[in-house]
């Protein structure tokens, strides 16, 4: 009888064990969601005057990234990332202005900024001299009055906020 209590205890603590185990593993795993990261240099019109030298979207692991290979000078002005993803907690971007070779970088944290549900919505930055602009895009299509047009050319067909610096999302 005593073995049986004995086993009975172990096996209801192993348990238990594996329950905390699987919810702390739940609890630090990011959120997913179908979204998009991306920039556009050329069509935003910052691609001539800045290179671009580094960018960091994600969460502690750096989940989507680029920065300057050693043969290199700068990345390319345009990128997009589009999928099931980790929401990023912070955007960080690298850049240098042509005009007087100032190296300017800016970390965002993006925790507070974006929505609970990021599905089908695209976070984006906009370089404008030493200037760093992320915008929130919305899968809604603009109509005739919405929000105006903003630094980046998505906001002219899609429903857009600028989420930094100046933050004109309310949750």
């Known amino acids: 009888m005593k073995i049986v209590i004995r086993i ?3 096996l209801q603590i192993s348990f238990l064990l594996v329950m905390l185990v699987g919810l702390s593993a739940c609890a630090i795993e990011p959120k997913q969601a179908f979204h998009r990261f991306s920039f556009d240099g050329k069509s935003d019109k910052w691609g001539k005057e800045i290179d671009l030298l580094e960018y960091s979207y994600g969460d502690q692991y750096h989940m989507v990234r680029d920065r300057v290979p050693l043969d290199k000078d700068r990345l390319g002005p345009q990128s997009s990332v589009n999928g099931l993803m980790p929401v990023g907690e912070f955007l960080y971007v690298k850049w240098r202005i ?4 100032e190296v ?3 970390r965002v944290d993006l925790r507070n ?3 609970a549900r990021m599905d089908d919505h ?4 906009v370089i404008d001299g030493s200037q760093l602009y992320v915008y929130l895009v919305t899968p809604k299509a603009k109509g005739q009055y919405d929000l ?3 630094k980046t050319t998505e906001s002219r067909y899609l429903v857009t906020y600028e989420i930094y610096p100046v933050n004109t999302f309310r949750q």
Do not use: A
């Not at 042509?98 to 070779?101: A, L, M, Q, R």
């Not at 695209?122 to 930055?125: R, S």
């Open 8 to 10: 009975s205890h172990w």
């Open 98 to 101: 042509k005009s007087t070779g």
């Open 104 to 106: 300017i970088e800016d």
């Open 113 to 115: 900024l974006l929505p």
């Open 122 to 125: 695209g976070v984006l930055f």
């Open 148 to 150: 105006p047009i903003l």
